[in-house]
Structure formats: structure tokens, C-alpha cells
């Protein structure tokens, strides 16, 4: 079965920098686009950045665009979320998400919060 299993989180100071890995499992990851989404409290879950099967394209989201990087490794089964100069408004939990057969599958999230 699909799994997904996120980690990388934690507490960092505004301006400080965090690389999030989701590791995959249960499917054919070098055939499928990848997402990292997240979601505040209180707020909706929102997509943060995609990356396409093969790397070849990625897209972010207006807030993030210039401080966050996607990437994949389809050799590990690993895609990936830098993320610099990090704001207290990035808080948030961050999931991992494959769309696979029109099914969503999510990790469990991990949490990331941005405070002095």
C-alpha cells in the first residue's frame, strides 16, 4: 500500500532554514508527481510546491515562490522541501501527497514552527 512518511520539521527562528524529506513507498514514485502541502490552525490545507515525475518541472505557491525548493531523488524514493528564510506566517503542519488513480494519499504531516 501507499505510504508516506514525512520528516524534517521543527522550531526555527525567522529568517532560519529547514530541508523536509518524505520518503515513499507501496508505488512506482518515479511515475508520479509529487506535493507538498500544509495547513495552519485554523486554516485550510493549501498546496505549497510540486514537482513533476521526472523533475522536469515544478510549481509553488505565490507565497513561498523564491524561499522554497522542491526536489526528488527517484533513486531513494524521496522528494523533498527546502525551505530559507522562513517566516512565522510557514507555520504549519506539512504533509507529503501523491495523487495516484484519483485517490490523494498523505503522510502523517510534520510540524514546523517558525517563532523567536
Known amino acids: 500500500q501507499v505510504q508516506l512518511v514525512e520528516s524534517g520539521g521543527g522550531l526555527v527562528q525567522p529568517g532560519g532554514s529547514l530541508r523536509l524529506s518524505c520518503a515513499a513507498s507501496?508505488?512506482?514514485?518515479?511515475?508520479?508527481?509529487m506535493n507538498w502541502y500544509r495547513q495552519a490552525p485554523g486554516k485550510e490545507r493549501e498546496l505549497v510546491a510540486s514537482i513533476s515525475s521526472a523533475a522536469t518541472h515544478t510549481n509553488y505557491a505565490d507565497s513561498v515562490k523564491g524561499r522554497f525548493t522542491i526536489s526528488r531523488d527517484n533513486a531513494k524514493n524521496t522528494v523533498y522541501l527546502q525551505m530559507n528564510s522562513l517566516e512565522p506566517e510557514d507555520t504549519a503542519v506539512y504533509y507529503c501527497n501523491v495523487k495516484k488513480w484519483g485517490l490523494d494519499y498523505w503522510g502523517q504531516g510534520t510540524q514546523v514552527t517558525v517563532s523567536s
Open positions: 507501496g508505488f512506482t514514485f518515479s511515475s508520479y508527481a
